[in-house]
């Protein structure tokens, strides 16, 4: 249905919602005062208002209304293990009474450092940074000045952070750059390549190979796997970049320790020239890194005797919270209980259960929608024929990608999330990630909610 249909209909999902939530409304109304659109990460912007959460203990959270609900935002993926986990929590307590900040070096950024080295297979040296966006910042300017090359290749619907270098190609229209204050030459050494596109890889290669320094990808695929990658396209992603000479870079703020304790690059065999990391990480608290070759990542290095280098061929990093006590301890402990990869699988089989069992309640009810996903995550496609999705060939990576992001309107997104918050589940826009701490119990819960909101949904002709 068109939007403009949608925003006519008298809404009763999003009155029931505002009834159900005063104490948030009110927030809401406070925060207004206070912040643009009245919050601090433009994907928590909803209508009428987000719900405002006060605390959070495994795989469920509370509201300020002391509302529960079942998370699949997990601390937008940061949290595998879930919220609070014991663990986790101790080490940080212990180390909250130690100090929270030394501005000096100490003992739990080299363990930390190790850590990471141990799980990661290309990881030969690591600088640690306050956040993903920071990571793949510095990853693009090594590679630049370990090539001397400038231009950078990402793919179409793939999300980077939201500095300069990587403001284009997330949201379509791709060729238009996410946000105004952008400076045209910096957008410009940007080269944009559709996704699983092995011809156009290789032509951009081909034609730009003394330009190009780095190509970057989420290795499973646009905004977490929405855009699915074709596995058979990352072996020939490598083979062409080390071809043409030009660094890969795998994003892996997401995938990292999420879907096997090495990431994306064990699970599929495969060494990049640099990693960038974050969330899960820094075991939920602030934190990002880049690893990878030690020739490149030795472009950060001082050299002793060599004024000329470190004041024009080093690369130069600060970082006030870079691999700060608090969060080294987050992050050293929740590696180390994700190395055994068990983690890793319960959060994958909540997935599963859960795409499943919402691809059988679309079938029933005769929604166009599909639920898809490959690891612990979920995504849904709306507007799907179910004669292709019934196919048992069928891959989403083969559907036209650009019906895969940005195709359903605002309105109908909220209208289905206030559904499945108002049924005692917090979803992220199109989706969310799953953890350690989800139950068979969890599943149960979503499901009822999910099929409840759609029928509410068909109700309404939002559907």
């Known amino acids: 249905m068109a939007s403009q249909a949608v925003s006519q209909l008298a809404s009763s999902l999003t009155d029931a919602y505002q009834e159900a939530l005063p104490k948030s409304k009110a927030l809401y109304q406070r925060a207004l005062e206070v912040f643009p659109s009245g919050i601090t990460h433009d994907g928590r912007y909803m209508t009428p208002f987000p719900i405002y959460v006060k605390r959070a203990k495994g795989s469920r959270k509370w509201d300020e209304d002391d509302r529960e609900y079942v998370d699949y935002w997990v601390g937008h993926g940061a949290l595998l293990l879930g919220h609070n ?204 890194a880049v690893a990878g070759r030690k020739d490149i990542l030795d472009y950060l290095a001082f050299k002793k005797e060599d004024p000329h280098w470190n004041r024009h061929q080093k690369m130069y990093h600060p970082g006030t919270y870079n691999a700060n006590p608090l969060s080294a301890s987050a992050g050293l402990a929740t590696l180390r209980i994700i190395e055994s990869g068990e983690d890793i699988q319960k959060a994958n089989a909540i997935a599963k259960a859960l795409r499943d069992g919402m691809n ?40 036209d990608y650009h019906l895969l992001k940005g195709k359903s309107g605002p309105e109908l997104i909220y209208k289905f999330r206030q559904g499945m918050i108002l049924h005692g589940v917090d979803i992220m826009r199109e989706g969310g990630m799953t953890s350690s701490a989800h139950t068979p119990e969890d599943v149960d819960v979503t499901l009822k909610a999910f099929e409840a909101t759609l029928k509410a949904l068909q109700e309404e002709g939002s559907i």
């Not at 940080?92 to 070096?105: N, R």
């Open 85 to 288: 986990h014991p663990m986790v929590l101790k080490a940080v307590q212990e180390q909250l009474e130690k100090g929270t900040h030394y501005g000096a070096c100490h003992a739990l950024e080299v363990e930390w450092g190790a850590q990471v080295l141990k799980m990661v297979p290309s990881a030969e040296r690591i600088r640690f940074t306050s956040s993903g966006t920071e990571a793949t910042l510095m990853a693009i300017r090594l590679s630049r000045a370990f090539t001397k090359k400038t231009r950078v290749v990402k793919f179409e619907g793939h999300f980077h952070g939201w500095h300069d270098n990587v403001a284009v190609g997330v949201n379509p229209p791709y060729e238009v750059p996410i946000s105004p204050g952008l400076l045209d030459d910096v957008i410009g050494s940007v080269i944009l390549c559709p996704p699983n596109d092995k011809k156009a890889l290789e032509k951009i290669l081909q034609e730009h190979k003394e330009e190009i320094a780095c190509v970057i990808i989420e290795p499973t695929g646009g905004s977490y796997g929405m855009i699915p990658t074709d596995p058979a396209f990352l072996p020939e992603l490598r083979r062409l970049t080390a071809q043409y000479g030009v660094l890969l870079i795998f994003d892996e703020v997401i995938t990292g320790f999420r879907i096997a304790p090495g990431g994306a690059q064990q699970f599929y065999n495969l060494k990049p020239d640099l990693t960038t990391m974050a969330k899960i990480l820094a075991g939920g608290l602030p934190g990002g």
């Open 360 to 399: 059988e309640i679309i079938r029933k009810l005769g929604v166009d929608w599909y639920a898809y996903g490959e690891f612990s995550d979920f995504h849904f496609l709306m507007g799907i024929d179910p004669a292709k999705t019934s196919d048992p060939n069928f891959k989403v990576y083969d559907l």
